[in-house]
């Protein structure tokens, strides 16, 4: 152990009592029942069915949905074993929960202290401990590693910043990444930052956010909206963040001056914040999902404040503005709008997925914006040029079909790795 891994570990027990308080009272804003929230203290509110256990950890909405289609596949090669996820936010819970299979269910992560995760442990006892992306946790990652679980990082991602702060602790880092018996990466960089700390056994992979399951769309309410919001311009700002929203509000006002009809379907990444965003939307007719408002032909603004329905507008406006691009988010996946064979736009700020942009944009799969001039612009050109918006969409597509092969090799190394025999 270095000293800085020691300094962490009694930092986390010290800061321990007040992390559980902040981190229980935003589940119960988040709507979690409160007996759910001791699950963060490692109090498991479901019983240890028998047999192998996998457990797979992810950060929150995107990493935890990242990780579906690997579950299908572990599931489908064992078909004894069962699969433990666990995520630390209430928007994770609401998406992922529904959305498991038989015999895969969903736990919030114990937080990195010594007592939570022992008592996650000692109930759970899994074979193997998958974690997705850049989830890392020192205290966890290392009590697992002592009591003989294995461990697999896969999809890891290094933002340039992580990988310079990496660089200053090489030890700490090797300690730490040293203990994945597997590390599979989403893109070079990574590969090449976890290669120059002494992680030789880094490989870069198949991004799992490229390997879609069928989208999951209420045909009927897409018909309704569709018949709702009538035969007229229609696009698409997803996943929008803090600043962003007026950005895509600007835009749109701007795309009204040439397309008086024009109709934009506002998606926050987080909902909570729609009461905000609808104060943003002064002067526009708006609707509300969440509130069961129903656009109509007159309405500006949907504002599509709901979790697990991105299938749905990705399908229903054929013009998406992906965002998280417009501020140092750095980015959401384009994969899933591409299946629905939208036209992708974006922004200037793209680091989390910089490689599989530099794709889109080879492949004339995706248009780079800069700013609310410049979408509107471009929204402007793709209505009134139908066959470049659909050309866009019909270059994104291949570049979102499964690479299930691949997927399937990870996923036996895994196995073979927690020791679970495959069919």
């Avoid at 490989?203 to 209420?218: A, C, H, Q, T």
């Avoid at 509000?249 to 379907?265: D, E, G, M, T």
């Avoid at 109509?296 to 749905?312: K, M, V």
């Avoid at 992906?322 to 992708?344: K, M, N, Q, R, Y």
Wanted: charged residues 20%; aromatic residues 6%.
């Amino acid at each position: 152990m270095t000293a800085l891994t020691a300094a962490y570990r009694v930092l986390a027990s010290i800061a321990l009592p007040f992390a559980a308080r902040r981190t229980v009272a935003k589940l119960r804003q988040g709507g979690i029942d409160v007996h759910r929230t001791h699950e963060r203290l490692g109090h498991a509110t479901l019983e240890r069915g028998l047999g192998d256990l996998v457990w797979i950890h992810a950060a929150s909405v995107g990493e935890s949905k990242s990780a579906l289609i690997l579950i299908e596949r572990l599931l489908a090669m064992a078909p004894t074993a069962q699969i433990l996820v666990t995520t630390g936010t209430a928007s994770s819970a609401k998406v992922l929960a529904p959305r498991l299979p038989s015999r895969a269910f969903h736990q919030f992560a114990p937080l990195d202290g010594r007592g939570p995760i022992k008592r996650f442990l000692r109930h759970w006892r899994p074979q193997i401990g998958i974690f997705i992306e850049s989830e890392i946790w020192p205290n966890l990652i290392n009590c697992a590693h002592d009591q003989g679980v294995p461990l697999a990082l896969l999809n890891a991602r290094l933002s340039e910043g992580s990988a310079r702060n990496w660089s200053r602790a090489p030890k700490t880092a090797r300690d730490i990444f040293g203990l994945f018996g597997i590390i599979h990466t989403q893109d070079t960089r990574t590969a090449r930052a976890l290669g120059a700390l002494g992680l030789t056994h880094a490989r870069i992979g198949v991004n799992l956010k490229s390997v879609l399951l069928p989208p999951r769309i209420n045909e009927l309410a897409r018909a309704r909206l569709e018949k709702q919001f009538g035969p007229r311009p229609l696009w698409a700002a997803v996943s929008t963040h803090p600043g962003e929203d007026e950005i895509m509000i600007k835009a749109h006002q701007q795309l009204r001056q040439s397309h008086p009809n024009a109709a934009l379907i506002l998606v926050p990444r987080h909902p909570e914040r729609a009461r905000g965003i609808r104060l943003l939307c002064e002067g526009h007719s708006i609707a509300q999902r969440s509130l069961e408002e129903m656009p109509d032909i007159e309405t500006s603004i949907y504002l599509a404040d709901t979790l697990g329905e991105t299938d749905l507008w990705f399908n229903l406006a054929h013009l998406v503005c992906l965002c998280g691009s417009f501020s140092d988010v750095g980015g959401h996946t384009p994969f899933e709008p591409a299946a629905a064979g939208a036209a992708i736009l974006h922004g200037p700020h793209y680091s989390n997925f910089e490689e599989v942009y530099a794709k889109f944009s080879e492949a004339g799969a995706s248009l780079q914006v800069h700013d609310a001039e410049t979408l509107a612009e471009s929204l402007d050109l793709l209505i009134r040029q139908p066959d470049h918006a659909r050309a866009l969409g019909e270059n994104a597509r291949p570049l979102a079909k499964a690479g299930l092969e691949e997927l399937d090799r990870l996923a036996a190394q895994c196995l073979t790795l927690a020791g679970i025999e495959r069919n």
